[in-house]
């Protein structure tokens, strides 16, 4: 089970941290990633972290501006946005795969659904 929150309305320029407490897996060995969809999109990945190693990976249009981050003593993610954009408005999620494989393809800009295996239920990120 993946429990997010954390999410809600911030004017561009503002910041929000969304965490995702994490309850499937032994949680060593687990790629933990986030997700985001916007309305009409397709859900894409947006950054991911590699629990035992604390590799992070993350995709081109959020460099710089979010930081993807994790307590291993809790179980729990965490996803700081700053700069938020405009387009940075969508639901998101935070997913749990096993193996890095998955990490990978998030740095690569092709992370899947489908290499993960759990989702938790979504937190709405509006930015105004």
């Known amino acids: 089970q993946l429990v997010e929150s954390g999410g809600g309305s911030v004017q561009a320029g503002g910041s929000l941290k969304l965490t995702c407490e994490v309850s499937?897996?032994?949680?060593?060995?687990?790629?933990m990633g986030w997700f985001r969809q916007a309305p009409g999109k397709k859900r894409e990945a947006v950054a991911a972290?590699?629990?035992?190693?604390?590799?992070?990976y993350y995709v081109d249009s959020v460099k710089g501006r979010f930081t993807i981050s994790q307590d291993n003593a809790k179980n729990t993610v965490y996803l700081q946005m700053n700069s938020l954009k405009a387009e940075d408005t969508a639901m998101y999620y935070c997913?749990?795969?096993?193996?890095?494989?998955?990490?990978?393809?998030?740095?690569?800009?092709?992370?899947?659904?489908?290499?993960?295996?759990?989702w938790g239920q979504g937190t709405q990120v509006t930015v105004s």
């Open positions: 997913a749990a795969g096993e193996g890095s494989t998955a990490c990978l393809w998030v740095g690569l800009g092709r992370g899947s659904e489908g290499d993960f295996d759990y």
């Open positions: 499937v897996y032994p949680y060593s060995g687990t790629c």
């Open positions: 972290i590699y629990s035992s190693t604390d590799s992070t």
